[in-house]
């Protein structure tokens, strides 16, 4: 055999070698696509169910808050007339039932007056030249003799 031949075997045997390679390459390849698209089928199969169901919770949560947007609505509405109708109470009412308890204090005064006799003016009394101060307690030395006002 010449140099050239063992080169021409060398080199056969180094492809022989590259193609096993890289056909267990392509093979392993092919078996990671395969259980990828196996993944993502399933995934699919599993995500389109729960994509429908959080669709129609969504859908169910904007009815139900249409909802409440109308109860919402209702009551301030409602609040408003509340507002409306104390104010037309207290403006038409108001003022003739405070005058009429007014009245009615002024009755029951005067008929207890009338069953009670007048009392005497208090007199002041004067001991050896000074008059004894007044009940209203006024202000000696600066200071009240009542204590501190609060």
Known sequence: ?????VAGILVAVF???LVSFLAVVLVRLAQTLRATTKLVADVTEQAVPLLAD????V???RTQLDKVDAIATDVQEVTSNAS???TTVASTFGGPLVKVAAFGYGVRRAIGR?????????????LVGRTV???RGRKRNGRNPRGPKD
């Open 1 to 5: 055999m010449s140099g050239g031949e």
């Open 84 to 86: 409306a109708l104390s």
């Open 15 to 17: 492809w022989a070698i």
């Open 133 to 135: 101060p007044s009940a």
């Open 59 to 61: 859908r169910s949560a």
């Open 114 to 126: 009338k069953s009670d006799p007048e009392p005497e003016p208090a007199r002041r009394s004067v």
């Open 54 to 57: 959080a669709s129609d919770t």
